[in-house]
């Protein structure tokens, strides 16, 4: 967990406007899950969107997509990929520990600035995490459709404390 830890310190420190999802905010949320990456919902503004390139590649984490990666902040770009290539999540990996993950959703299906507003804050350390609130995720989890994400409908539907 260390090294997702760094990065999300990193976005932190950069003023990155992010909030966790998938799989890892579940977790968050109370309920263990296993995951290999970290799903994020970043405002896609042109300049969080290069802050958010720019903290990710200096971490040395690497598009999966032969890409620049700079290009995601690009709006028409980003849109091009999603409209026509059928992009849902921009995948960026560390070549030296391939475990690293993180996807940014290109065209995420709730407004960023709407889930940042409602998001719900773990500490870690010193750290204030900024989750998608349990409303969201399970908006988000219903739309995907997949038998994990019922599962882990399931899951967070069953609680109340939020």
Do not use: C
Not at 43 to 50: G, I, K, S, Y
């Amino acid at each position: 967990m260390q090294p997702y830890l760094d990065v999300l310190t990193a976005l932190s420190r950069a003023n990155v406007r992010f909030v966790v999802v998938g799989g890892v905010a579940v977790a968050l949320h109370g309920h263990l899950r296993a995951t290999v990456d970290i799903d994020l919902v970043i405002d896609l503004v042109p300049a969080n969107a290069m802050r958010t390139i720019d903290v990710l590649t200096g971490l040395g984490l690497r598009p999966r997509l032969p890409v620049e990666p700079r290009q995601f902040a690009d709006e028409e770009i980003r849109r091009d990929w999603v409209e026509n290539r059928n992009l849902m999540v921009f995948s960026m990996w560390h070549p030296q520990n391939p475990s690293i993950e993180i996807d940014l959703f290109a065209a995420p299906p709730i407004d960023p600035e709407e889930m940042l507003a409602d998001a719900y804050y773990v500490t870690v350390g010193e750290l204030q995490i900024p989750v998608a609130s349990r409303a969201h995720l399970i908006e988000m989890k219903r739309l995907a459709g997949r038998a994990q994400d019922l599962a882990d409908i399931e899951a967070l539907s069953g609680d109340d404390d939020e």
